[in-house]
C-alpha cells in the first residue's frame, strides 16, 4: 500500500542549530513533493514545493531536498529560532488517485532557545 | 486580504442533526478541497472540486457532501452527523486546475465536535 512517513516523535533542537526532517514514501511516484507549516489550531501554511526533476529548492533559511532513487525528502531549517516552533508536513500530489495532495502524519520541531 | 474563511470555527452538535459547515475564498482559484485531521492520521481529503459543478470523492468522503455552486464557495454537509465525524475540519483552495504545481491556501479550520 502507499505510505507517506514522517518521524513522529518531535524534534527538540536548540536555538542556532539546524534541524533536519525527513519524509519517505513507499509506492508513489510523486512529480511534485510540498512542504507545510502547521501552528497548534490553524491551517497549514505553504512553504516549499520541489519538482521530481530538482534536486534541491531554498527559500531564507529553509532548504529541502528531493531523492526519487531513495524515495525521501530532507527539510532544513538553519540558524533555528523559537519562532521556527511548530509542525511541519510533506505532502505528495498523487496523479493516478485523482487530483490531490496526500500528507504524512507532521513532524513535531521544538526550537528551545 | 487573500483568504480562505471557515465558519464556524467551533461548532458543537448532536447525533442526527444536519448541519453546514461553509468555506469561502476570494481568490478566485478554481481547486477547493476539504480535509479532517485527527491525531494519528494526519491530513485526510474528503473531498474535492476542479471547478463550478465538479466535485469528486477523497480518500473519507462517507457521510458527507459538497456541493459548488459558485466559484468562492464551497460548503461541507453532514446530513446526519455520528461521533466518529468529530474531527478538525480544514478547507483549503488552490489556483488552476489541480494541486500539482501549486500550493494548497488553508483556512484556520473548524473543530467540530458531535455528541
Known amino acids: 500500500s502507499q505510505k507517506i512517513e514522517q518521524n513522529s516523535e518531535a524534534l527538540n533542537i536548540q536555538e542556532g542549530k539546524t534541524a533536519t526532517l525527513t519524509c519517505n514514501y513507499t509506492n508513489y511516484s510523486p512529480a511534485y513533493l510540498q512542504w507545510y507549516r502547521q501552528d497548534p489550531g490553524r491551517g497549514p501554511v505553504f512553504l516549499l514545493l520541489i519538482r521530481e526533476n530538482e534536486k534541491e529548492k531554498r527559500k531564507e533559511r529553509l532548504k529541502v531536498t528531493f531523492d526519487t532513487t531513495l524515495k525521501q525528502s530532507l527539510f532544513h531549517i538553519t540558524a533555528s529560532q523559537p519562532a521556527d516552533s511548530a509542525t511541519y508536513l510533506c505532502a505528495l500530489d498523487v496523479k493516478a488517485a485523482g487530483n490531490k495532495l496526500t500528507f504524512g502524519g507532521g513532524t513535531r520541531v521544538l526550537v528551545k532557545p | 486580504e487573500a483568504q480562505v474563511t471557515q465558519n464556524p470555527r467551533y461548532l458543537i452538535t448532536v447525533t442526527g442533526k444536519k448541519l453546514t459547515v461553509t468555506c469561502s475564498q476570494n481568490?478566485?482559484?478554481?481547486?477547493m478541497s476539504w480535509y479532517r485531521q485527527d491525531p494519528g492520521l494526519g491530513l485526510r481529503q474528503i473531498y474535492y472540486?476542479?471547478?463550478?459543478?465538479?466535485?469528486d470523492k477523497g480518500d473519507v468522503p462517507e457521510g458527507y457532501k459538497v456541493s459548488r455552486k459558485e466559484k468562492r464557495n464551497f460548503p461541507l454537509i453532514l446530513e446526519s452527523p455520528s461521533p466518529n465525524q468529530t474531527s478538525l475540519y480544514f478547507c483549503?483552495?488552490?489556483?488552476?486546475?489541480?494541486?500539482?504545481?501549486?500550493?494548497?491556501?488553508f483556512g484556520n479550520g473548524t473543530r467540530l465536535t458531535v455528541t
Open positions: 483549503a483552495s488552490s489556483p488552476g486546475q489541480g494541486v500539482y504545481n501549486s500550493p494548497l491556501h
Open positions: 481568490m478566485n482559484h478554481e481547486y
Open positions: 472540486s476542479m471547478n463550478v459543478e465538479v466535485t
